[in-house]
């Protein structure tokens, strides 16, 4: 066993051999839009997510559905499959299976097996001082579906949101294959803050992130302005308590953007600063838009593991 859970890594890492080790990962959740065959694409998306942020290459996937069998009928379960298969598809994997089970909401989520070089993996532990701070996707896809059950969201806000999370991290983790990653993770249920604040510890140094270079989903701010909020982001500022300070006053929609869960986020990697405008311009070129340099890493200060400016 490579990687266990003895770190917050997000996935596992096992060896076979010289040449190959097997990446395991499994991720399910509730549905985020009521369109089954979206539900099915965000979740394939994030399930396959954890094995992009070890560097790896996914091959196998395995269903993990819960229905409520007696409420919904069986075209809500082909459309969730269907969803996902599109993505597995994309991702070059396949699907050999699954599981059902009745349950009284709705779940959906991968067991997703894949495969890295012994020597090549990404951890979510090794950021050095001097490294580049890397963020492949925007954020604020919590805070948009909760404000969207309030009809708050436009229509072309949330059609953005939702290219983004069912957009595969596959392009950009093959891309950023070309680089010297030092550590890497996908940003997900604890927010660009509680994410960081995993590899930032793991790695004993500070992340310094400057929130105006951070991308963010059209209207997600907008609906924090007007008071939305999700059940985590409260937990997620809990979760870094005072190893985190803003440099300057924040207003609060800002803040709760660093702490916002998010579904099928991007990859938030920390390579060498010499590397990272060839990185970003390579990301670019090969379609991942929405990345952008964030911040860096610097040596631990003040018992600091983020500070943002």
């Given at each position: 066993?490579?990687?266990?859970?003895?770190?917050?890594?997000?996935?596992?890492?096992?060896?076979?051999?010289?040449?190959?080790?097997?990446?395991?990962?499994?991720?399910?959740?509730t549905?985020?839009?009521?369109?089954?065959?979206?539900?099915?694409?965000?979740?394939a998306?994030?399930?396959?997510?954890?094995?992009?942020?070890?560097?790896?290459?996914?091959?196998?996937?395995?269903?993990?559905?819960?229905?409520?069998?007696?409420?919904?009928?069986?075209?809500?379960?082909?459309?969730?499959?269907?969803?996902?298969?599109?993505?597995?598809?994309?991702?070059?994997?396949?699907?050999?299976?699954?599981?059902?089970?009745?349950?009284?909401?709705?779940?959906?989520?991968?067991?997703?097996?894949g495969?890295?070089?012994?020597?090549?993996?990404?951890?979510?532990?090794?950021?050095?001082?001097?490294?580049?701070?890397?963020?492949?996707?925007?954020?604020?896809?919590?805070?948009?579906?909760?404000?969207?059950?309030?009809?708050?969201?436009?229509?072309?806000?949330l059609?953005?949101?939702?290219?983004?999370?069912?957009?595969?991290?596959?392009?950009?983790?093959?891309?950023?294959?070309?680089?010297?990653?030092?550590?890497?993770?996908?940003?997900?249920?604890?927010?660009?803050?509680?994410?960081?604040?995993?590899?930032?510890?793991?790695?004993?140094?500070?992340?310094?992130?400057?929130?105006?270079?951070?991308p963010?989903?059209p209207?997600?701010?907008?609906?924090?302005?007007?008071?939305?909020?999700?059940?985590?982001?409260?937990?997620?500022?809990?979760?870094?308590?005072?190893?985190?300070?803003?440099?300057?006053?924040?207003?609060?929609?800002?803040?709760?953007?660093?702490?916002?869960?998010?579904?099928?986020?991007?990859?938030?990697?920390?390579?060498?600063?010499?590397?990272?405008?060839?990185a970003?311009r390579?990301?670019?070129?090969?379609?991942?838009?929405?990345?952008?340099?964030?911040?860096?890493v610097?040596?631990?200060?003040?018992?600091?593991?983020?500070?943002?400016?």
């Amino acid at each position: 066993m490579l990687v266990g859970f003895s770190t917050s890594d997000d996935a596992g890492v096992y060896q076979l051999n010289d040449d190959i080790a097997l990446v395991t990962t499994a991720d399910f959740i509730t549905p985020p839009t009521d369109d089954p065959y979206i539900f099915g694409q965000i979740s394939a998306a994030n399930s396959i997510s954890d094995i992009y942020a070890m560097g790896g290459k996914p091959l196998t996937c395995l269903n993990l559905l819960a229905l409520p069998s007696g409420k919904l009928g069986p075209e809500v379960t082909q459309g969730i499959v269907a969803g996902a298969l599109s993505k597995i598809t994309e991702a070059g994997a396949v699907l050999a299976g699954g599981h059902t089970v009745e349950d009284a909401e709705p779940k959906f989520g991968l067991a997703v097996t894949g495969i890295v070089h012994p020597q090549k993996i990404w951890r979510n532990i090794g950021a050095r001082p001097g490294d580049a701070l890397i963020l492949t996707k925007p954020l604020g896809s919590g805070g948009i579906f909760n404000a969207n059950l309030k009809n708050w969201v436009s229509q072309k806000d949330l059609d953005a949101c939702l290219k983004i999370l069912t957009t595969l991290s596959r392009t950009a983790c093959e891309t950023l294959g070309n680089f010297d990653i030092h550590a890497a993770t996908d940003v997900t249920g604890f927010g660009l803050m509680g994410h960081a604040f995993e590899m930032a510890s793991g790695s004993n140094v500070t992340f310094t992130i400057q929130f105006d270079d951070l991308p963010v989903l059209p209207g997600a701010a907008e609906v924090y302005e007007k008071g939305i909020n999700t059940g985590s982001n409260a937990m997620n500022f809990q979760l870094v308590g005072d190893r985190l300070r803003f440099a300057n006053e924040r207003p609060f929609a800002q803040q709760q953007i660093l702490a916002d869960p998010m579904t099928s986020g991007g990859l938030l990697v920390a390579l060498p600063a010499a590397q990272s405008a060839a990185a970003l311009r390579q990301l670019h070129d090969s379609g991942v838009e929405h990345a952008r340099i964030i911040g860096e890493v610097v040596a631990m200060h003040e018992n600091l593991y983020l500070q943002v400016f």
